[in-house]
Every structure is written in C-alpha cells, then in structure tokens.
T-cell receptor, first 113, second 124 residues
Framework: DQQVKQNSPSLSVQEGRISILNCDYTNSMFDYFLWYKKYPAEGPTFLISISSIKDKNEDGRFTVFLNKSAKHLSLHIVPSQPGDSAVYFCAAMPRTSGSRLTFGEGTQLTVNP | NAGVTQTPKFRVLKTGQSMTLLCAQDMNHEYMYWYRQDPGMGLRLIHYSVGEGTTAKGEVPDGYNVSRLKKQNFLLGLESAAPSQTSVYFC???????????????????????FGPGTRLLVL
C-alpha cells in the first residue's frame, strides 16, 4: 500500500504565481516530513522539511504546511520561477526507523515564463 | 568534496547477466541506501546499511544483493538481471537519525539524505 501519496502527477503554473504541491500520508507513526526536488538526469536534492510538532516551516520562497489531523502536507512556492520546474517528491520518516524515508510518487511542476 | 558518486552512469544488460553498481560517499556518513525510481512509483528502497559490515532489506529487495565492506562504499549487485529491473537506481547517504522528533527550527535535519546522480539500467 502507498503510505505517502501525491495525487497530482503534474502541475503547471505561470511565472510569478503560487505553486501548491500536495501530499497525503496514512501512517500515524510518521513524525518528520521532507520535500525533495529533482531535475532530469540528477539525483533528488533536499528542499525543506517539517517536524510533526510544527504546522508550518518557511525558507525563503518555500513554505511547507502540515495538517496532522488530516494527514496532509503541502508545499507552497511563491513566487514561482521557471528554474523551479522539476519533479517534487514528498517523503516521510517514522521516529522508530532512524533515517528510513518513504517517498511519494512525485509531482512534475512546470513554471511557464 | 564530491558528495555521493555512482558508477556507472548508464548500462545495458541482457537478461541473465550480472553486474554491480558502485556507490561512494566522502561525507563520513554512517547510513547508506539504494533506491530504484520507476515512472509513477516514486523512489522505493531496495536495501540499506546503518554501518560498515551491516545491511538490511528495504521495500523491494528481491533480485538484489548488497555489501558494505567499507564505510564509504555501498555496492548493489544484480546476480541475474531481469527486464523488470530496468530502472534508474539512486544511492543516498545520511547521518544516523534521532529517535525523537526534532524540536529545533533547523532547515535541514541531521537525517537528510544526500543522493547520487543515478545509474540508468536497461535490461533487454
């Protein structure tokens, strides 16, 4: 079963607008959540994370929101730039597994100039 | 500081052939991981290692073996390749994770995994 799910395979937005990428999870033991960004022919790179004790974490243009009761998190990118075009993976980590991550399927974001 | 490197970048195999993918990291990380990425399925953990000489199965370990003889290297072996193993393989490394949720506002947790550039494998 897919414990971390990204229901939108793709998202297209205009430059300067907000991009919102969504992620749902089912495992209540997950207590740390990360977003990774991946360009073609490269490995994923860490973008931003959030602990389950917080509901928001901000880093520049990137903000991650966590709704524990709904088991839902989202990544907001404001303003979106063409260089943000990439695949974004949501990942989750349960406290009992050390560093083991469970990844979602990924969402391809395209930011149009 | 090269981070995580993977060898080779691309390989074509015939069904039944064997090969070894090499991952090396120069960050002195304890933990190393092998993932495969397939369209629509994200990254799935094959095997991982929490230290030199130790390995463990991940989510999709069948058909693969691994070895961690040196801290900086993690090898992934395919003894008899099958077309279903056509994929992009990523290696990653990290420090050990904390057993408690982070209470700090740090942007990058210690457990952050650093990925290599990937190996594209085609099995015919």
């Amino acid at each position: 079963d897919q414990q971390v799910k990204q229901n939108s395979p793709s998202l297209s937005v205009q430059e300067g607008r907000i991009s919102i990428l969504n992620c749902d999870y089912t495992n209540s033991m997950f207590d740390y959540f990360l977003w990774y960004k991946k360009y073609p022919a490269e490995g994923p790179t860490f973008l931003i994370s959030i602990s389950s004790i917080k509901d928001k974490n901000e880093d520049g243009r990137f903000t991650v929101f966590l709704n524990k009761s709904a088991k839902h998190l989202s990544l907001h990118i404001v303003p979106s730039q063409p260089g943000d075009s990439a695949v974004y993976f949501c990942a989750a980590m349960p406290r009992t597994s050390g560093s083991r991550l469970t990844f979602g399927e990924g969402t391809q974001l395209t930011v149009n100039p | 500081n090269a981070g995580v490197t993977q060898t080779p970048k691309f390989r074509v195999l015939k069904t039944g052939q064997s090969m070894t993918l090499l991952c090396a990291q120069d960050m002195n990380h304890e933990y190393m991981y092998w993932y495969r990425q397939d369209p629509g399925m994200g990254l799935r953990l094959i095997h991982y290692s929490v230290g030199e000489g130790t390995t463990a199965k991940g989510e999709v370990p069948d058909g693969y073996n691994v070895s961690r003889l040196k801290k900086q290297n993690f090898l992934l072996g395919l003894e008899s390749a099958a077309p279903s193993q056509t994929s992009v393989y990523f290696c990653a490394s990290s420090r050990p994770g904390s057993k408690r949720p982070s209470t700090s506002g740090q942007a990058r947790p210690l457990e952050t995994q650093y990925f290599g550039p990937g190996t594209r494998l085609l099995v015919l």
